[in-house]
């Protein structure tokens, strides 16, 4: 009687070691796969994936991440149909989307220089006008925030002059109550879609 209530207990003792090891195990891949080492990545099952910007106000991610999402339907969509042309498309837009969300492109967590912020820039000019409606247009206040965080209003005048070069070479249009301008004019512009626009 003795001999097997030592071995109940024994074996007790060696299960309640394994499912000790196995749950601190479990913690310790949790822990892992959560925490990232370097700045601007996570750190999921061993891979390190770059960090949507932070500053990106909410409104503003959730329509970029939208159009991130329909231009990856996009692709899968393409590939099903065996579209080349359709899935060379939407792949252009989910490289917008996601340097305009900071997960490519530019490090938003670095110092940027102004080739950098004209390169996100004019993604998220693409991305957001690509989330609208066709007739749709956007601020260049909307660009700036996306790119600018707290700091924005700084960006306005690289956002307007960037605008207007990529009206030059027909990406974009900028408009003033309707109707088409020039660089040099004042007061408020929308930004809508150029004739050469990929979208």
């Given at each position: 009687?003795?001999?097997h209530?030592?071995?109940?207990c024994?074996?007790?003792?060696?299960?309640?070691?394994?499912?000790c090891?196995?749950?601190?195990?479990?913690?310790?891949?949790?822990?892992?796969?959560?925490?990232?080492?370097?700045?601007?990545?996570?750190?999921?099952?061993?891979?390190?994936?770059r960090?949507?910007?932070?500053d990106?106000?909410?409104?503003?991610?959730?329509?970029?991440v939208?159009?991130?999402?329909?231009?990856?339907?996009?692709?899968?969509?393409g590939?099903?149909?065996?579209?080349d042309?359709?899935?060379?498309a939407?792949?252009?837009?989910?490289?917008?989307?996601?340097?305009?969300?900071?997960?490519?492109?530019?490090?938003?967590?670095?110092?940027?220089?102004?080739?950098?912020?004209?390169?996100?820039?004019?993604?998220?000019?693409?991305?957001?006008?690509?989330?609208?409606?066709?007739?749709?247009?956007?601020c260049?206040?909307?660009?700036?925030?996306?790119?600018?965080?707290?700091?924005?209003?700084?960006?306005?005048p690289?956002?307007?002059?960037?605008?207007?070069?990529?009206?030059?070479?027909?990406?974009?249009?900028?408009?003033?109550?309707?109707?088409r301008?020039?660089?040099?004019?004042?007061?408020?512009?929308?930004?809508?879609?150029g004739?050469?626009?990929?979208?």
């Amino acid at each position: 009687m003795r001999f097997h209530a030592l071995r109940i207990c024994w074996l007790g003792w060696c299960w309640g070691r394994v499912t000790c090891d196995a749950l601190f195990q479990r913690i310790g891949d949790m822990t892992e796969n959560s925490i990232s080492t370097k700045e601007g990545y996570t750190l999921i099952k061993g891979r390190h994936w770059r960090c949507t910007d932070p500053d990106i106000p909410d409104n503003l991610r959730q329509q970029l991440v939208n159009e991130l999402m329909a231009a990856r339907r996009g692709v899968a969509a393409g590939k099903k149909a065996d579209d080349d042309k359709a899935i060379a498309a939407a792949r252009a837009r989910v490289q917008a989307a996601k340097v305009a969300l900071g997960e490519r492109g530019p490090k938003w967590w670095l110092e940027m220089d102004e080739a950098a912020y004209r390169e996100r820039a004019e993604a998220v000019m693409v991305a957001l006008l690509n989330s609208r409606d066709e007739d749709s247009s956007i601020c260049p206040s909307e660009v700036a925030r996306v790119i600018g965080g707290d700091s924005w209003r700084d960006l306005m005048p690289l956002v307007r002059e960037l605008a207007f070069e990529l009206a030059d070479v027909e990406k974009m249009v900028v408009t003033q109550k309707g109707k088409r301008v020039e660089p040099g004019v004042r007061g408020p512009v929308r930004i809508t879609r150029g004739l050469s626009a990929g979208h």
